[in-house]
């Protein structure tokens, strides 16, 4: 079965810039998009389609990707950024649908 | 705004059965496929099932299928999942959320608040 690979966990301090990465064999073809959960809450959408910030997500959030891994930027991050983070995508086929393992982010 | 609500979860016996309801308002519900997602205890997401907008495909993940069954009622904006042989495995929030689609590519937004199934004798 398909499989995203994330790290398990992040730590930067305030104002830093965290990268997060999502490893997957599809990814050259398929895009990736980007979850964050905070304590208790329900997944919020932050990037899509690779790069795309939904108007509502704060510009420090951006997205890229190059050949198998997509990488979540997080430039001057903030305690408020502290969460659990999750890349989806699917395999070739488009038929799995798939989520990382999910890394959580430490800012302090 | 756009809103999703769900609920129907619970404590299960192994080997019962639960429906879960999803109710959907702020947008044109009948317009959008929707999808169920869980998430184990300190685990993961999870992809369960989803089911296009006028419920001609559904889709399971193979943890789910032949057990679980997803369906929607247009006219009352609500989506449902009816599980049957509820095991351990199972135990999770799961999460109601509407597809949002461009060309072949979908993902998931916005994401309800989730309800709790656990599964235990």
């Known amino acids: 079965s398909y499989e995203l690979t994330q790290p398990p966990s992040v730590s930067v301090s305030p104002g830093q810039t965290a990268r997060i990465t999502c490893s997957g064999d599809?990814?050259?073809?398929?895009?990736a998009y980007w979850y964050q959960q905070k304590s208790g809450q329900a997944p919020v959408l932050v990037i899509y389609?690779?790069?795309k910030r939904p108007s509502r997500i704060p510009e420090r959030f951006s997205g890229s990707s190059s050949g198998t891994v997509a990488t979540l930027t997080i430039s001057g991050a903030q305690a408020e950024d502290e969460a659990d983070y999750y890349c989806?995508?699917?395999?070739?086929?488009?038929?799995?649908?798939?989520f990382g393992g999910g890394t959580k982010l430490t800012v302090l | 705004e756009v809103q999703l609500v769900e609920s129907g979860g619970g404590l299960v016996k192994p080997g019962g059965s639960l429906r879960l309801s999803c109710a959907a308002s702020?947008?044109?519900?009948?317009?959008?496929?929707m999808n169920w997602v869980r998430q184990a205890p300190g685990k993961g997401l999870e992809w369960v099932s989803s089911?296009?907008?006028?419920?001609?495909?559904?889709k399971y993940a193979d943890s789910v299928r032949g057990r679980f069954t997803i369906s929607r009622d247009n006219a009352k904006s609500l989506l449902h999942l009816q599980m049957n042989s509820l095991r351990a495995e199972d135990t999770a929030v799961y999460y109601c959320?509407?597809?949002?689609?461009?060309?072949?590519?979908?993902?998931?937004?916005?994401w309800g608040q989730g309800t709790r199934v656990t599964v235990s004798s």
């Open positions: 389609e690779d790069i």
């Open positions: 702020g947008f044109t519900f009948s317009s959008y496929s």
């Open positions: 599809a990814l050259p073809k398929k895009y």
């Open positions: 959320a509407r597809e949002e689609a461009d060309k072949f590519y979908t993902w998931f937004d916005p």
């Open positions: 089911i296009t907008s006028t419920s001609t495909s559904m």
């Open positions: 989806y995508s699917t395999d070739n086929s488009g038929n799995q649908r798939v």
